[in-house]
């Protein structure tokens, strides 16, 4: 057979007949390396018509053990600070809260009071001096009791001018000291439920006047509707 192709092709023709089947069996191109254009035109030509097809895909192959796993990179820089937002919408306005006005039941309210009058403007003996008490929340007793001297009745005014209590439905003025050249001798009427008014006199003319310490008032319980009792620690 080889003759036959050899007689019909010369030498040159057998050999580039060769190397096309070459190609086409390999499946694989090359460059001709000695052959002319027109040779290796006659290859490429060849291996075309005597290629087979390609054969069907093959199975994937198992997939490869897991490399190693590589150290953490250091710690990015911080980034820089980003715009600020604007402002969110105002929220609705609330309800307005109770306001207290009276002193609720059962609670205590405390506050303190003085007196002073330098030398020279006490003129003479027995003259008159007042101490307003204004009370922040309104006590609303009917007939209070005012103890004046509060150290002398601890049954209802049981605190001290550093710590002033005061019983229920009672009024209790604590001194923090002996009063100086001052004495107290009354108290006007006005609304007891705002405040007290006390009236002071000095003993002795052209000496000052000194008087302060505290006070304490605390409201009645509400009765028990079914004994008329007043409640304890309400």
Not at 143 to 172: L, M, Q, R, V
Not at 209 to 216: I, K, N, T, V
Request: with cysteine; net charge negative; hydrophobic share 35%.
């Amino acid at each position: 057979m080889l003759k036959r192709i050899h007689n019909r092709l010369g030498t040159a023709g057998l050999a580039v007949a060769v190397v096309a089947l070459v190609v086409a069996v390999a499946g694989t191109a090359f460059a001709a390396g000695g052959l002319t254009k027109q040779q290796e035109k006659q290859v490429k030509k060849i291996a075309k018509k005597y290629a087979g097809k390609p054969g069907p895909k093959g199975d994937p192959g198992q997939a490869g053990a897991q490399g190693p796993k590589g150290d953490q990179g250091p710690k990015g820089d911080q980034g820089a600070k980003g715009d600020r937002g604007e402002p969110g919408l105002q929220g609705e306005s609330g309800e307005t809260g109770p306001t207290e006005t009276a002193l609720p039941p059962g609670k205590t309210e405390t506050g303190v009071w003085s007196l002073r009058v330098n030398a020279s403007a006490v003129k003479a003996a027995g003259e008159e001096y007042l101490v307003n008490i204004s009370f922040p929340l309104r006590w609303e007793v009917a007939n209070p009791e005012i103890i004046t001297h509060a150290e002398e009745d601890p049954e209802h005014c049981p605190g001290s001018a550093e710590h002033p209590e005061a019983a229920a439905g009672f009024f209790c003025l604590y001194r923090a000291a002996d009063y100086e050249n001052a004495g107290r001798t009354g108290e006007l009427v006005s609304d007891r439920s705002s405040g007290l008014i006390f009236e002071f006199k000095n003993q002795e003319a052209e000496q000052p006047m000194l008087a302060y310490g505290s006070w304490a008032i605390k409201e009645h319980c509400p009765l028990d509707p079914v004994t008329e009792v007043e409640e304890e620690n309400c």
